[in-house]
């Protein structure tokens, strides 16, 4: 069984930073590319990062003003592979969102597809972040 937990949301100002932890439990030694996702009540899930299990790629969301890649920052833990994170800053009211961890089998080690949720198998629960102006 496959299962991931996210930690580390809660509410802060703008500007503020938070880093939200993703841990993933499974039986066995497959490579996983893990990723991050969020929902703002009423839209659409959006891909935020991914990294590929051998955390040697990366992928942001590309936004009109590119502002994910400049603000978060998707890394593995160096001791534990298997554990994730989002590193958020200068936060704004725009990143009010449930965020959620996936992850996906990757063939490759280096594989990062499941920055689209086609290529994702298990999701975390969610961690909500709040963003106050």
């Known amino acids: 069984q496959v299962l991931l937990r996210e930690s580390g949301g809660g509410s802060v100002q703008a500007g503020g930073s938070l880093r939200l932890s993703c841990v993933l439990t499974?039986?066995?030694?497959?490579?996983?590319?893990m990723a991050w996702f969020r929902r703002v009540p009423g839209k659409e899930l959006e891909s935020v990062a991914a990294?590929?299990?051998?955390?040697?790629?990366?992928?942001?969301?590309?936004?009109d003003s590119d502002s994910v890649r400049q603000r978060f920052t998707i890394s593995r833990d160096n001791n534990d592979k298997r554990t994730i994170y989002l590193r958020m800053t200068n936060l704004s009211p725009a990143d009010t969102a449930m965020y959620y961890c996936?992850?996906?089998?990757?063939?490759?080690?280096?594989?990062?597809?499941?920055?689209?949720?086609?290529?994702?198998?298990?999701w975390g629960q969610g961690t909500q972040v709040s963003v106050n102006a």
């Open positions: 990294i590929s299990a051998d955390a040697q790629n990366t992928y942001y969301a590309v936004s």
């Open positions: 996936a992850a996906g089998r990757a063939p490759l080690w280096s594989d990062i597809d499941c920055h689209t949720p086609t290529y994702v198998h298990y």
């Open positions: 499974e039986d066995g030694d497959v490579g996983w590319c």
